[in-house]
Protein backbone atom coordinates (compact mmCIF):
# COMPACT_ATOMS: atom_id res chain seq x y z
CA UNK A 1 0.00 0.00 0.00
CA UNK A 2 1.37 3.46 -0.54
CA UNK A 3 1.93 5.90 1.40
CA UNK A 4 -0.19 8.53 0.20
CA UNK A 5 -3.34 5.81 0.48
CA UNK A 6 -2.24 4.64 4.02
CA UNK A 7 -2.81 8.57 5.04
CA UNK A 8 -5.72 8.88 3.84
CA UNK A 9 -6.85 5.52 5.89
CA UNK A 10 -6.36 7.66 8.81
CA UNK A 11 -9.03 10.17 7.51
CA UNK A 12 -11.16 7.38 6.67
CA UNK A 13 -10.77 5.56 10.09
CA UNK A 14 -11.77 8.96 11.77
CA UNK A 15 -14.56 9.48 9.56
CA UNK A 16 -15.90 6.23 10.49
CA UNK A 17 -16.49 5.31 6.42
CA UNK A 18 -15.00 2.20 5.00
CA UNK A 19 -14.74 2.13 1.37
CA UNK A 20 -14.91 0.19 -1.44
CA UNK A 21 -12.92 2.27 -3.57
CA UNK A 22 -10.62 4.29 -1.68
CA UNK A 23 -9.60 5.85 -5.10
CA UNK A 24 -13.03 8.14 -4.58
CA UNK A 25 -11.82 9.61 -1.96
CA UNK A 26 -8.09 9.95 -2.99
CA UNK A 27 -9.82 12.34 -5.59
CA UNK A 28 -11.83 14.11 -3.00
CA UNK A 29 -8.88 15.13 -0.83
CA UNK A 30 -7.20 16.30 -4.36
CA UNK A 31 -7.18 19.89 -5.26
CA UNK A 32 -7.03 21.54 -9.10
CA UNK A 33 -3.98 22.89 -8.05
CA UNK A 34 -1.90 19.45 -7.54
CA UNK A 35 -3.12 18.53 -11.01
CA UNK A 36 -1.52 21.70 -12.94
CA UNK A 37 1.34 20.13 -11.52
CA UNK A 38 0.47 16.51 -12.62
CA UNK A 39 -1.25 14.61 -15.95
CA UNK A 40 -3.95 12.46 -15.53
CA UNK A 41 -4.63 12.59 -12.03
CA UNK A 42 -8.78 13.37 -10.95
CA UNK A 43 -9.24 16.43 -8.84
CA UNK A 44 -12.03 16.84 -6.57
CA UNK A 45 -14.74 19.72 -8.87
CA UNK A 46 -16.90 17.64 -10.20
CA UNK A 47 -17.11 15.69 -6.93
CA UNK A 48 -17.73 19.26 -4.98
CA UNK A 49 -20.52 19.61 -7.52
CA UNK A 50 -22.32 16.23 -6.74
CA UNK A 51 -21.83 16.38 -2.72
CA UNK A 52 -23.09 20.30 -2.97
CA UNK A 53 -26.78 18.62 -4.34
CA UNK A 54 -26.23 15.66 -1.97
CA UNK A 55 -25.79 17.73 1.05
CA UNK A 56 -28.76 20.42 -0.29
CA UNK A 57 -31.29 16.65 -0.69
CA UNK A 58 -30.45 15.64 2.59
CA UNK A 59 -30.88 18.74 4.48
CA UNK A 60 -34.31 20.08 3.03
CA UNK A 61 -35.47 16.16 4.00
CA UNK A 62 -34.48 16.57 7.25
CA UNK A 63 -35.82 20.71 7.84
CA UNK A 64 -38.79 19.18 6.13
CA UNK A 65 -39.51 16.28 7.65
CA UNK A 66 -38.72 17.67 11.16
CA UNK A 67 -40.04 21.55 11.13
CA UNK A 68 -43.79 20.73 10.58
CA UNK A 69 -44.74 24.66 11.07
CA UNK A 70 -41.88 26.42 9.15
CA UNK A 71 -42.91 27.55 6.04
CA UNK A 72 -40.94 27.39 2.68
CA UNK A 73 -38.97 30.95 3.31
CA UNK A 74 -38.01 29.62 6.92
CA UNK A 75 -36.88 26.44 5.50
CA UNK A 76 -35.02 28.05 3.12
CA UNK A 77 -33.51 30.29 5.20
CA UNK A 78 -32.06 27.66 7.54
CA UNK A 79 -30.94 25.55 5.06
CA UNK A 80 -28.67 28.50 3.85
CA UNK A 81 -27.04 28.99 6.90
CA UNK A 82 -26.74 24.91 7.11
CA UNK A 83 -25.32 24.64 3.85
CA UNK A 84 -23.11 27.73 3.33
CA UNK A 85 -19.18 28.18 2.61
CA UNK A 86 -18.95 28.72 6.71
CA UNK A 87 -20.53 25.97 8.30
CA UNK A 88 -18.65 23.55 5.75
CA UNK A 89 -15.32 25.18 6.54
CA UNK A 90 -16.44 24.53 10.42
CA UNK A 91 -17.13 20.86 9.98
CA UNK A 92 -14.23 20.50 7.59
CA UNK A 93 -11.39 22.12 10.22
CA UNK A 94 -13.35 20.03 13.13
CA UNK A 95 -12.03 16.73 10.32
CA UNK A 96 -8.77 18.55 10.59
CA UNK A 97 -9.10 17.76 6.50
CA UNK A 98 -6.48 20.64 5.18
CA UNK A 99 -3.88 18.35 6.45
CA UNK A 100 -5.02 15.42 4.03
CA UNK A 101 -5.40 17.32 0.98
CA UNK A 102 -2.97 17.69 -2.37
CA UNK A 103 -2.58 20.41 -3.29
CA UNK A 104 0.55 22.39 -4.95
CA UNK A 105 3.68 23.97 -3.12
CA UNK A 106 2.36 27.19 -3.87
CA UNK A 107 -1.20 26.95 -2.82
CA UNK A 108 0.15 25.31 0.44
CA UNK A 109 2.27 28.38 1.01
CA UNK A 110 -0.08 31.20 0.78
CA UNK A 111 -2.24 28.94 3.33
CA UNK A 112 -4.33 26.40 0.98
CA UNK A 113 -4.73 23.77 3.70
CA UNK A 114 -6.90 26.56 5.93
CA UNK A 115 -8.44 28.34 3.45
CA UNK A 116 -12.00 28.45 4.09
CA UNK A 117 -13.44 28.17 0.37
CA UNK A 118 -10.98 25.04 -0.48
CA UNK A 119 -11.86 23.10 3.26
CA UNK A 120 -15.70 23.78 2.22
CA UNK A 121 -15.12 22.52 -1.34
CA UNK A 122 -13.56 19.49 0.34
CA UNK A 123 -16.28 18.51 2.52
CA UNK A 124 -18.23 18.81 -0.09
CA UNK A 125 -16.27 16.58 -2.41
CA UNK A 126 -16.00 14.19 0.70
CA UNK A 127 -19.80 13.48 0.81
CA UNK A 128 -20.30 12.79 -2.64
CA UNK A 129 -17.53 10.02 -2.39
CA UNK A 130 -19.21 8.23 0.21
CA UNK A 131 -22.50 8.68 -2.17
CA UNK A 132 -21.00 7.09 -4.81
CA UNK A 133 -19.04 4.13 -2.61
CA UNK A 134 -22.40 3.41 -0.52
CA UNK A 135 -25.71 5.02 -1.73
CA UNK A 136 -27.55 8.25 -0.45
CA UNK A 137 -28.81 6.27 2.77
CA UNK A 138 -25.57 5.94 3.66
CA UNK A 139 -24.37 9.73 2.52
CA UNK A 140 -27.76 10.99 4.47
CA UNK A 141 -26.68 8.99 7.65
CA UNK A 142 -23.29 10.57 7.26
CA UNK A 143 -24.58 14.30 6.45
CA UNK A 144 -26.74 14.29 9.30
CA UNK A 145 -23.89 12.72 12.14
CA UNK A 146 -21.52 15.46 11.04
CA UNK A 147 -23.55 18.40 10.72
CA UNK A 148 -25.32 17.74 13.58
CA UNK A 149 -23.91 20.75 15.28
CA UNK A 150 -24.38 22.87 12.75
CA UNK A 151 -28.44 22.20 12.49
CA UNK A 152 -28.74 22.53 16.20
CA UNK A 153 -26.58 26.35 16.07
CA UNK A 154 -29.02 26.89 12.70
CA UNK A 155 -31.71 26.45 14.80
CA UNK A 156 -30.89 27.98 17.71
CA UNK A 157 -30.05 31.04 15.44
CA UNK A 158 -26.69 30.99 16.37
CA UNK A 159 -25.01 30.92 12.80
CA UNK A 160 -23.96 34.30 11.67
CA UNK A 161 -22.74 35.27 7.77
CA UNK A 162 -22.58 38.86 7.95
CA UNK A 163 -19.84 39.20 10.86
CA UNK A 164 -20.10 42.75 9.90
CA UNK A 165 -23.29 43.12 10.24
CA UNK A 166 -24.34 41.38 13.19
CA UNK A 167 -21.00 43.34 15.18
CA UNK A 168 -22.99 46.78 14.10
CA UNK A 169 -26.16 45.86 15.19
CA UNK A 170 -24.42 44.77 18.96
CA UNK A 171 -22.47 47.83 18.99
CA UNK A 172 -24.92 50.47 18.46
CA UNK A 173 -27.76 49.27 20.02
CA UNK A 174 -27.79 52.34 22.71
CA UNK A 175 -26.97 54.35 19.47
CA UNK A 176 -24.29 55.76 17.22
CA UNK A 177 -20.64 54.48 17.78
CA UNK A 178 -17.45 54.86 15.41
CA UNK A 179 -16.26 51.73 13.68
CA UNK A 180 -13.87 51.55 11.35
CA UNK A 181 -11.60 48.88 9.67
CA UNK A 182 -8.08 50.11 8.97
CA UNK A 183 -5.91 47.89 6.73
CA UNK A 184 -2.48 47.25 8.52
CA UNK A 185 -0.24 45.44 5.70
CA UNK A 186 -0.60 42.85 2.72
CA UNK A 187 1.87 40.13 1.77
CA UNK A 188 2.01 38.19 -0.56
CA UNK A 189 2.35 37.59 -4.90
CA UNK A 190 -0.23 40.09 -6.61
CA UNK A 191 -2.41 36.88 -7.59
CA UNK A 192 -2.41 35.81 -4.46
CA UNK A 193 -2.50 38.75 -1.56
CA UNK A 194 -3.19 38.24 1.97
CA UNK A 195 -4.74 41.21 3.75
CA UNK A 196 -4.55 42.24 7.56
CA UNK A 197 -6.88 44.25 8.85
CA UNK A 198 -7.55 46.45 12.64
CA UNK A 199 -10.81 46.68 13.37
CA UNK A 200 -11.19 49.90 15.45
CA UNK A 201 -14.27 50.91 17.85
CA UNK A 202 -14.22 54.46 19.35
CA UNK A 203 -10.39 54.46 18.04
CA UNK A 204 -9.69 51.78 20.22
CA UNK A 205 -8.46 48.52 18.33
CA UNK A 206 -10.54 45.74 19.76
CA UNK A 207 -9.88 43.00 17.14
CA UNK A 208 -7.69 41.90 14.18
CA UNK A 209 -8.55 39.52 11.13
CA UNK A 210 -6.57 38.60 8.29
CA UNK A 211 -7.97 36.74 4.59
CA UNK A 212 -7.07 36.89 1.22
CA UNK A 213 -9.46 40.31 0.42
CA UNK A 214 -10.23 43.02 2.24
CA UNK A 215 -13.65 41.87 2.90
CA UNK A 216 -12.52 38.59 4.13
CA UNK A 217 -10.02 40.14 6.47
CA UNK A 218 -13.01 42.61 7.31
CA UNK A 219 -15.42 40.06 8.45
CA UNK A 220 -12.71 37.60 10.42
CA UNK A 221 -11.63 40.70 12.67
CA UNK A 222 -15.70 41.07 13.44
CA UNK A 223 -15.96 37.79 13.87
CA UNK A 224 -12.93 37.83 16.51
CA UNK A 225 -14.17 40.77 18.46
CA UNK A 226 -18.10 39.15 18.44
CA UNK A 227 -16.51 36.29 19.68
CA UNK A 228 -14.62 37.86 22.40
CA UNK A 229 -17.59 39.78 23.65
CA UNK A 230 -19.45 36.74 23.78
CA UNK A 231 -16.77 34.86 25.97
CA UNK A 232 -16.61 37.61 28.74
CA UNK A 233 -20.53 37.61 28.25
CA UNK A 234 -20.10 34.12 29.32
CA UNK A 235 -17.46 34.09 32.42
Not at 66 to 91: A, D, F, P, Y
Not at 193 to 198: A, E, G, H, Q, S
Amino acid sequence: MNQRIKRIRILEEQLNVSFENIDLLNTALTHSSFVNQKKHIDYNERLEFLGDSVLQLTISEYLFKELHGKSEGELTRLRSLIVCENSLHSVGRDWNIGNFLLMSKGEELTGGRSRTSILADAVEAVIAAIYLDKGYDAAREFILLHFKEVINLALDNKIVLDYKTRLQEVLQKDGEISIAYKLEKYDGPPHRRRFFVNLEVANKVLGSGEGFSKKEAEQMAAKEVLLAMENKNEE
